[in-house]
Structure formats: structure tokens, C-alpha cells
């Protein structure tokens, strides 16, 4: 049995084919590739019962991943993160089956880890010694560890705003940081540049096939976690949006290994009021959006003004009967204080928004009581420390009062 | 069968015996109390590989823990936290077979998750509605976010110069923080204080039974991820000593049920230069150790000029041969820059420390090459961010150099 069911790349817009054993980038239409497997030969060959015993990381899909030999394989036990109930806020928003999939537990603190740990591995594969990529932070605070562990030199442009801690992660890693005096897009267009100057991998969203593989067993995740039951609603915060890409491609994949029922669960891409061009498509009936213009939020995260996979997000909506939903930035800050005091959990503003989102959906009968929802938290709140106002008493050490 | 196996409490001073259905807090003789199990029974009722198929959970230990009842365990899924290879800093120091046990996947990012789960869990079982703390942060900001989630209020003591992020966490949760302008030490005579007026749970370090039984799992999990081989030495950064205590009362209960062998590994107390009371009594052969004056180090966590433990630390260090050892500021930025490079992980400063240790042992060939040598990492890097200096190119996003 072969350690991976890879069987080619292809393009999702002219259905042009590519081979998984050179370094891909974009179509030559300009689309992202994705990836393709062998599912007929794999549906003989695995069974989701198989899986039980196997490591609690996201390599537990291995067959589902690009990487070939599993001694390429960079692992910092990735995967497997929590899918909580939210009992408390369930209460207060009237959804017993709400769930959480906390993507705070895993390395780096952010689900970008499932991206670099896969991306990284295959990148190291196909022999790249050197990389660079735009970032609004985490990932390119991810991808930077991973590499590290690679050792491949890797590249990373970050607007000036994006959280400082993200910073420190690709320093310390000793990766090459450089600061733009704009937006994820101007950090973009930078990139560009320097790839083509210096014949680097290209790394950025969606322009090398294998990051979306690590973030679609996200998919894979939720599914297995609850016994092979696909939930009713998935929330996700939507910027580059490849996690909705990534789980929607996973359901699709779970489906043609008969593994789960032809049903599929709704996909809700949350984006801020301060950018939410996919909201403004959706809202439109579009399938593609347009570049938002001054762009602002507090969740760093999804202050994405156009996204390259856009008609890929908007795709999967469509095709689940899902929604896409702005919320404000008090929604969100009160999403993410509700979130600590009910249940003792301090997502990120990112992983709030889904809570704020699925209070809006729930009081418009949108969500129904009875359905199973999961919102999904991108990460730890500790890395935006700044979103949090502190509320102390001051004491001397002399006095005793207090 | 019993969910948990939990007999009494025992005074390791006196050997007086106190109930666990009640409060406790110290032994009338000043000494903390410990939980002993009924092990003579357990032993006939569970072996270790009925714990294969249990929850990826500390729970999974649950008959040897103090919460009686299944209901009343609070869970953000805390625990079995990676055990992972350190092959690049291996080759480094000539230790093929280093360990680090990451404590940075678990909820709150630090270990301190542990005792807060399983203490905060048994303070709901115990009625327990307001509970009082000092810390250096991390503890507090556990405590804090698991009593959000019971509905039990907590009043969080911490120095002003504890790690900025962990006053965010306690606030958010809804706790009441209290900030001085001193040590633990003075923070704990302020916390005393507030116990005493108010009637407050005491849930200072070793002052209530039940936090050292959560650490204590840390022990259990790094014997059971080891295919239940003991390893050689286990490398741990002391301030009040708890985890060490802990690990060495898990190993003492496995070697009772007959699941390790009487060899126990060399426990070593890792403190930095400047704050290593255990290390001055160790080199003195004493049992206990006096208070460190004028203490400072940016590991804040083991910023504890006299622990209440200190006797229960020296104890499981002289009795596993195992040593004390401190280390410098700048060979601990030097162990987390090494980590970061060759291993991807960005681990706080305390982790660093035992890495530190782990080299000027190795160094000393008090560590042999061929010997299994755990280092315990006891949170994640970015909840210190400002021990990490940035180095970056600053870019215009008119002029698209770099």
C-alpha cells in the first residue's frame, strides 16, 4: 500500500492536468491547481475504521496527502485539535449542538500550522531549497518554524500592522522578514517580485498547490470527531479563505470514498464588515469578488481585499446551500469576552466572528435549534493581545491592603 | 468500578490524615498535604493497556485523580501533549535520544492548564464558589479561564512585571486581578490576607491538595508515550517545584501498580542563575532551602526565591540521583534561539532553560550519550514575546524594492 494516493494536479477552471513530481505553481490560466488522488484504488484499500489506531495528528490522512515518502515528513504533531462543545454559549444563543474546533492547540497557535506542516513537507520533497510568501501573520509565522525545521531559507512579507507577536515567531525561527507600509495585497505584489527576481518557490495563498491539502483535514477532522457524522453548519472566517476551499474539497472527498452520506454540511464564510467582499458577491449573487478598498479589522486574519481562490469560496457556498455573513467589530469583541467567560476559552478576534455570526444567523432562524454547528477557531487569542483592555486594581507591597 | 480511586489526604511531614470530601488546605503542622489513591485495589482493576482506547485527555488517568464524579470534570482537552524527538539540537549537544515534552499544545498555552483543570474541577466538587491566588502568571491565567467555565470567581495576585499577556487572560475571563509592585512572595502574603478576611478557597501552590495531581500527569503521560520504558533523566525548570513533585509521586503510584520497573529516572531541577535556591541547598547537601534575595530572570515562571515545596523537590532529586543545576540569561536566549532554528519550536523561556541544562550536563558527561534524556518545555514561546528581538527589512509598497 503506498503511503500517499496523489495521482496528478489539476485546474479547477480549464481542467488542464500537471504532474505532482516538479514544482507547480498557478495554471497557466492563471487558476490555483489542486490536487488529485487516487480515491477508487484508495476506497479498496482503507477503511475509515483503519484510522482509529493511528497517530492523533493530521497525518492520519496520509493516503488523502501530497507527501509520497513519509521520511519527508516535518511533523510538530499538528492535527487532531479539539471539537468542544460550547455548552454555555449554546444556552444564551439557543443551539444546544453548538461546537467549537479549536485550532488554538497545535504548534504556533494558529491553524496555519496545518498549511506549513504539509506545505513545507512537500516543498522539502520537491527539493526547494528557498521560498517566500505575503502573510498576515500567522502563516507566515508558521511557515517560518517549519521551515526552519527544513532547512529551507524562507522569505516573509508582512504588512507593518500585522500582529507583533507574528514578528517575533519568523525572527526567532531565523527566517527573512521584511515590513510593507500596507496590506496584505501590497506584501503580495512585493512577493511577486522577489520570486521572479530570484527564482524562490512561491508560497502565497493558493499559488503552490499543498497548503490547502494541510488545511482541508480540518474537514476530514470535524467528520471523524463526530463518528462519521457530517454537522449540520460549518463557520468559518473567510480571508484568503482556503480553509473553506480546503474543507469543502475534504467533504467531496469523504463522499466519492463512500464514507460519508451524499449531504453536506451548509458553509458559512464569515467575513468583518471592514472587508467582506465575498459577503458583498454573495449578497450580489457573484461568482467572483471584487478588490475591497481600505480594507479595516481588528481580525487581523480575514483583512483579505480580494482573495485569488474567491471563486473557489463562493463555489463552495453555492453548492451547500451556505451563507456568507459580515459582522461588526463590537460583534466580534463581544463574541470573543462571551467566549472567555461562558467556556473558559480565549479564541482569537477570527474564531469570534464565527460566534457573532452564528448569534446573527441564529436569531434570523438561519440556524435552526436542533442543528449540530460548528464554528471554527483559528487560533489562540494570546497572539492579539492588544484586542483585550485590562481591568486591574493596583497594591503596594508595603501596605497589605487591598 | 469507581471513577476515581482517591482514598485520603497525607501530611508528608507528620503522616496526619485528613478526608478529601471537605476543603483542605495545609496540614496543621504547615505541610502541604498529598492525595493517596487505593492503589492495592486499582491495581487488580485496571491494567495500562485498558488505557489504550481512552481519551487523548489527562482524564484519561481519571481513577488517579481526585474528581469523584465524571460530572464534574471541566475539559478544554488539556494534556497528552507531544513527546517529541529533538534530532537537530540532539546532534548538537551529542544526545541522540532528547526529548521535549511540548507543554505549549494545551489550553492557555502553559502547563499551569494541568493544575488548573483537575484543581478547579475539584473545587467545583468541593462547593467551592471564590477562590484567591498569587502568581507569576501563567497559573493565574489557568485558574482564571477554567473557574470562568466552572462559575467560580477568582481573585488573581500577580507582580506588575509578570509577562504582560497573562494579565489579558485573567482578564477576559472575568476574574478580578490585582497587581503589586513586588515578588510571588509578596504576592502571596497578599493573597493570604484576602483568604483570611473573606473566607476565600486558598489556591496558592501547594496550599490546596489537588493542583499537583493535575502536574502530576505529566509524569504518567511521558512513562505511557514511551511504551511505559522509564527514561534515563527528566529535565524540569523549578520555581515552586510542583510538576516535579508531581512527576515524581506519578512515578512512585505506577511503581506501586506494577506498570515501570523500580528504576526510576534521575530527576533534575533546572533554576536560573539568578534564582536558584534549590540549587544552593542541592550543593550543599541541604533538605531545604533558604529564601533567595534580590531574585530576577526573564524565565518569570521560575522567579520563586523560596518555594513552599522546596523540601518535596530536594527530596525526589536526592532520591532518583538525580542533581540541581542553574543556568545563565544568555545560555537560556541562547537554547530558545537553537530551538527555534533547528526545531521549528518557539518555546518559552523556562523550556529553554532545561535545554540550557540539558548542554552543560552533557558537557560534564553527566548526561552519557546513549542515555533518554526528556526535556520538559513548560509553555509556548509567544506568551513572552518580549524576550525575542526582531531583526527586519523595512519596505515602501510605492517603490517595490527589497
Given amino acids: 500500500m503506498k503511503y500517499s494516493y496523489i495521482s496528478h ?3 479547477p477552471k480549464c481542467r488542464k492536468e500537471f504532474s505532482y513530481k516538479l514544482v507547480q505553481q498557478l495554471c497557466v490560466c492563471g487558476s490555483p491547481l489542486l490536487v488529485q488522488y487516487d480515491l477508487d484504488n484508495l476506497t479498496k484499500d482503507l477503511t475509515k475504521e483503519d484510522l482509529k489506531k493511528r497517530t492523533n495528528t493530521l497525518w492520519r490522512y496520509h493516503e488523502l496527502l501530497p507527501v509520497v515518502e513519509e521520511d519527508n515528513i516535518l511533523t510538530l504533531k499538528e492535527g487532531m485539535t479539539p471539537l468542544l462543545p460550547l455548552k454555555g454559549i449554546g444556552e444564551v444563543l439557543q443551539l444546544p449542538s453548538l461546537l467549537l474546533k479549536d485550532e488554538g492547540l497545535i504548534p504556533s497557535g494558529s491553524f496555519k500550522a496545518r498549511g506549513a506542516a504539509v506545505g513545507v513537507s512537500k516543498a522539502k520533497e520537491l527539493g526547494v531549497k528557498e521560498l517566500a510568501m505575503p502573510t498576515n501573520g500567522n502563516a507566515g509565522a508558521a511557515w517560518s518554524l517549519y521551515c ?5 531559507k524562507a522569505h516573509i512579507v508582512m504588512p507593518l500592522d500585522a500582529p507583533d507577536i507574528t514578528r517575533k515567531e519568523v525572527s526567532i525561527s531565523g527566517a527573512a522578514l521584511y515590513l510593507v507600509n500596507g496590506l496584505i495585497s501590497d506584501a503580495g505584489k512585493i512577493t511577486a517580485k522577489m520570486v521572479k527576481d530570484n527564482d524562490y518557490y512561491d508560497a ?4 503552490e498547490p499543498y497548503r490547502i491539502e494541510g488545511k482541508k ?3 476530514y477532522e470535524i467528520v471523524e470527531q463526530l463518528d462519521w457524522e457530517v454537522p449540520d453548519v460549518i463557520l468559518y472566517p473567510t480571508g484568503g479563505g482556503v480553509g473553506l476551499i ?3 474539497k475534504a467533504l467531496l472527498e469523504l463522499q466519492s470514498l463512500g464514507w460519508i452520506d451524499k449531504q453536506l454540511p451548509r458553509l458559512v464564510a464569515v467575513q468583518a464588515e471592514g472587508c467582506a467582499p465575498i459577503v458583498k458577491a454573495f449578497n450580489e449573487g457573484k461568482e467572483e469578488s471584487e478588490f475591497w478598498s481600505n480594507s479595516t479589522t481588528k481580525a487581523f486574519g ?19 446551500n451556505g451563507c456568507a455573513v459580515a459582522v461588526s467589530e463590537v460583534e466580534i469583541e463581544q463574541a470573543q469576552k462571551l467566549t472567555a467567560e461562558k467556556e473558559g476559552l480565549y479564541i482569537c478576534p477570527e474564531g469570534a466572528a464565527t460566534i457573532a455570526a452564528a ?3 441564529r436569531e434570523s432562524n438561519w440556524l435552526e435549534e436542533d442543528e449540530t454547528v460548528v464554528c471554527l477557531n483559528t487560533g489562540v487569542g494570546i497572539k492579539y493581545p492588544e484586542t483585550v483592555e485590562v481591568t486591574a486594581t ?3 507591597k508595603e501596605s497589605f491592603t487591598y
Avoid at 502565497?204 to 499559488?207: H, R
Avoid at 480575514?302 to 451547500?320: C, M, Q, R, S, W
Wanted: aromatic share 10%; with cysteine; proline share 2%.
Fill in 394 to 396: 493596583y497594591l503596594d
Fill in 204 to 207: 502565497s495563498t493558493l499559488k
Fill in 246 to 248: 480546503g474543507i469543502y
Fill in 148 to 152: 526552519a525545521k527544513a532547512g529551507i
Fill in 359 to 361: 448569534k446573527i444567523l
Fill in 302 to 320: 480575514i483583512n483579505v481585499p480580494k482573495a485569488l481562490g474567491d471563486f473557489l469560496v463562493l463555489h463552495g457556498i453555492y453548492e451547500t
Fill in 9 to 11: 494536479l489539476e485546474c
Fill in 217 to 219: 483535514t480540518m474537514g
